[in-house]
C-alpha cells in the first residue's frame, strides 16, 4: 500500500480529471484476501472466488422444448398421415424406442425416445376421438423442438468465471451445473464516520443551525449495495483528536475508511491533519461538479504492523459525496473485490433540454428519462439538494466546457448500472 503524500508546497496544483483521479486511484489496491464456501442459495451478490466448472451434462439427454408427439421425420412425407400413439413420456421417463409407423405421446422436458428426430406440437396435430390415432397435419423437420444434450453446458465447461457477481439467474446456472455451494471471496469491509459539530442523527432533535446528516444513510446504503460490510461509526465531533481516534477504531477491522465533510482547508476541517498523523494522505482537487476535493491515502492498523486500512475522503455537500462515491468509491471497492467491470454502464440519449452555460468542469446533471425516450433536467442542480438524485434516475456526464442543444445525444449514466 505505497502512497506517498503531496510534498507541501504554496503552488496550487492544477484540477485532475475524473479519469485522471480513477487512475490514480485504481493503482492502488490489489482484491482482499479470504474466500469461503456458503450454500448456493445464499450466494446472492458475492463475489466468485472461482471458475465453476459443470459436473453434468444440461440437459442431461436430448428432450422436447414443446408438448406433442415424438415422430420419425422419415414416415410422414406430407401433411395428412395418420399414425398410432404407441407409447406417453411425461418428464422424469424415459421413453422406448419408437416403432416404425408409430408415434410417442411427449411432454415438455422429456427425453426423446431413440428412433424419433423430430417434435409436432399437439397444435399441429388432430386426434382421433376414442382412438390412439393422430393425424399430422404438417411436414417435420428433422430436429424441430428438440433440445440437444449439453446445449446449455457440458461437462467440464467452465458455467461460472471468477470475479462474478452473482445475481439469481446465475445461482441457477450454478445449480444446474450441480452445486449446492460456491466458492465466495469474503466480503470487503468497509467503515464510515461523518464530520460535523452541526449534524444531528434523525430522531434527535436539531441543535441550533444545525441539519440531519443525510450523507450517513446515502452512504452506508451505497457500501452495502455492493455487497460490503458497512460498519457505522457514526458522527465524529470537529476537533483533531476525536478524530483521530475515530480512524484508529475505524482502520483495526476494515479493508477502507470512507469520511464525509472534512477535507477541505478550514480551520474545522480536520480529516487531513489526522490522515496525515495516523498514515498517509494525498489530497486532491478534481474538475468535477458536483464534487472536487477528493482525500485518498491509509490509516495505519495498530494491532497489525505493516498493515493499513484504505481512506477516502468525501465532500460534505450531500450531492456531491453521492456522486464522488459513484465515480471514486464505487470502482475502488469494485477493485478491492476482485472484479475488473469498474467503468459504469452509460448510453447515449437524447436530451430534451438545452444546457447552455457550460461549467468550466466535468458536470453530472441529474436528470429521468421521460416517457418519450429523453432525458428531463431537474431544476436545481445544487450540489446540496440531494432530492435532484432521488427524483432523477441517472446522470449526464457533460464534459467540461461543453453544452448542448436539446435534441442533442448526450452521454447518459443510469443509477440502475451503479447499485451492485
Not at 27 to 53: C, F, H, S
Not at 112 to 122: K, S
Not at 184 to 195: E, G, H, I, S, Y
Not at 382 to 388: A, F, I, K
Amino acid at each position: 500500500m505505497a502512497i506517498s503524500p503531496s510534498p507541501a508546497s504554496n503552488t496550487k496544483p492544477p484540477l485532475l480529471s475524473a479519469a485522471e483521479a480513477l487512475s490514480h486511484l485504481l493503482k492502488n489496491p490489489e482484491p482482499v484476501e479470504g474466500r469461503e464456501l456458503v450454500p448456493t442459495q445464499d450466494a446472492l451478490g458475492r463475489v466468485l472466488a472461482e471458475n465453476i466448472v459443470s459436473t453434468v451434462d444440461v440437459p442431461p439427454l436430448d428432450n422436447t422444448s414443446m408438448d406433442g408427439y415424438a415422430v420419425a421425420t422419415q414416415d410422414i412425407p406430407q401433411p395428412g398421415v395418420t399414425l398410432k400413439v404407441d407409447q406417453r413420456i411425461p418428464a422424469g421417463s424415459v421413453g422406448e424406442p419408437l416403432k416404425p409407423k408409430t408415434i410417442a405421446r411427449i411432454f415438455t422436458g422429456a427425453p426423446i425416445p431413440p428412433g424419433a428426430d423430430a417434435v409436432v406440437m399437439q397444435e399441429d396435430c388432430t386426434t382421433q376421438a376414442q382412438s390412439d390415432l393422430v393425424q399430422i397435419n404438417s411436414i417435420p423437420s428433422m430436429g424441430q423442438w428438440i433440445r440437444r444434450r449439453g446445449e446449455d453446458l457440458s461437462v467440464g465447461k467452465v458455467a461460472l468465471s471468477a470475479g462474478t457477481v452473482l445475481r439469481p439467474q446465475h445461482l441457477g446456472v450454478a445449480a444446474s451445473a450441480g452445486y449446492a455451494e460456491l466458492p465466495v471471496k469474503r466480503r470487503v469491509r468497509v467503515a464510515a464516520f461523518f464530520t460535523g459539530d452541526e449534524l444531528s442523527l434523525p430522531g434527535e432533535p436539531l441543535k441550533p443551525g444545525g441539519i440531519y446528516n443525510s450523507n450517513r444513510d446515502t452512504l452506508l446504503g451505497l457500501i452495502r449495495s455492493l455487497g460490503c460490510i458497512g460498519t457505522d461509526y457514526g458522527i465524529v465531533p470537529d476537533r483533531l483528536e476525536a478524530t483521530r481516534q475515530a480512524l484508529r477504531t475505524a482502520s483495526e477491522d476494515h479493508d477502507l475508511i470512507i469520511t464525509s465533510g472534512g477535507v477541505s482547508v478550514g480551520e474545522e476541517d480536520h480529516i487531513k491533519p489526522a490522515v496525515h498523523s495516523e498514515g498517509r494522505l494525498d489530497l486532491w482537487q478534481i474538475g468535477i461538479k458536483p464534487g472536487k476535493p477528493l482525500a485518498f491515502g491509509a490509516v495505519r492498523k495498530q494491532n497489525q504492523t505493516g498493515s493499513e486500512a484504505w481512506f477516502i475522503g468525501l465532500p460534505g455537500n450531500p450531492v456531491s459525496s453521492f456522486v464522488t462515491f459513484i465515480l471514486f468509491v464505487r470502482p475502488f471497492i469494485l477493485k478491492l473485490q476482485g472484479r475488473s467491470d469498474f467503468t459504469p454502464p452509460s448510453f447515449l440519449v437524447r436530451a430534451d433540454f438545452d444546457w447552455s452555460k457550460p461549467d468550466r468542469r466535468n458536470e453530472f446533471l441529474r436528470v429521468k428519462l421521460n416517457a418519450v425516450g429523453g432525458l428531463d433536467l431537474f431544476p436545481n442542480q445544487s450540489s446540496g439538494v440531494l432530492t435532484s438524485a432521488a427524483w432523477g434516475d441517472g446522470l449526464i456526464d457533460c464534459p467540461a466546457g461543453q453544452g448542448f442543444k436539446k435534441g442533442d445525444m448526450v452521454r447518459y449514466i443510469p443509477f440502475s448500472g451503479l447499485l451492485y
